[in-house]
T-cell receptor, first 116, second 115 residues
Framework: GNSVTQMEGPVTLSEEAFLTINCTYT??????LFWYVQYPGEGLQLLLK?????DKGSNKGFEATYRKETTSFHLEKGSVQVSDSAVYFC???????????????FGQGTILTVHP | NAGVTQTPKFQVLKTGQSMTLQCAQD?????MYWYRQDPGMGLRLIYY???????DKGEVPNGYNVSRLNKREFSLRLESAAPSQTSVYFC??????????????FGPGTRLLVL
């Protein structure tokens, strides 16, 4: 079956530091990969996505590259801000066998706190 | 355009009580989903509705029922609440679940505490 593993958190950084949150996955076929972000007290919203191998998703200074050879989709940002403090979820959607119907499989989430 | 709305925002129940969580979307989406979020476990799918008139079990359906009332509304019912159902519940929608690269849009969540 499908599974997603994220690096353990929480992650605490100073403003302007470099961020990496690791994400690896297990899936049959060719899944689509997503990063969702949850700001305090809110629901999840899409941060970026990639739908095929070697695609790079990017948004708000965040980037992630779909690496099929290493089954990874690591999230990076060159210079974080206090406003980036949130919970980040890696997720995949897979239509292998035509039965997954767009259901998302989530990682456990990584809490990021950025200090001034 | 409100997106996905959920009611209530917060609820306290006693063991054995029942309640219905309401979800509505105004984006004319075909597909809707219910997830629960527990610490250290990410989000897990409870039930989903690929289109109006259909519902299917997700990863953790036990203890829950759902109703797709119409295209806009998808409710989640706890018939006899248990402390293990203490969680944050999120409703989501997407245009067409058969296009699996699609983005899902999430509501703000319902925080449920079962004593």
């Amino acid at each position: 079956g499908n599974s997603v593993t994220q690096m353990e958190g929480p992650v605490t950084l100073s403003e302007e530091a470099f961020l990496t949150i690791n994400c690896t996955y297990t899936a049959t076929g060719y899944p689509s990969l997503f990063w969702y972000v949850q700001y305090p007290g809110e629901g999840l919203q899409l941060l970026l996505k990639a739908t095929k191998a070697d695609d790079k998703g990017s948004n708000k200074g965040f980037e992630a590259t779909y690496r099929k050879e290493t089954t990874s989709f690591h999230l990076e940002k060159g210079s974080v801000q206090v406003s980036d403090s949130a919970v980040y979820f890696c997720a995949l959607s897979n239509n292998a066998g035509g039965t997954s119907y767009g259901k998302l499989t989530f990682g456990q989430g990584t809490i990021l706190t950025v200090h001034p | 355009n409100a997106g996905v709305t959920q009611t209530p925002k917060f609820q306290v129940l006693k063991t054995g009580q029942s309640m219905t969580l309401q979800c509505a979307q105004d984006m004319n989406h075909n597909s809707m989903y219910w997830y629960r979020q527990d610490p250290g476990m990410g989000l897990r799918l409870i039930y989903y509705s690929a289109s109006e008139g259909t519902t299917d079990k997700g990863e953790v359906p036990n203890g829950y029922n759902v109703s797709r009332l119409n295209k806009r509304e998808f409710s989640l019912r706890l018939e006899s609440a248990a402390p293990s159902q203490t969680s944050v519940y999120f409703c989501a929608s997407s245009p067409n679940t058969r296009i699996f690269q699609e983005t899902q849009y999430f509501g703000p969540g319902t925080r449920l505490l079962v004593l």
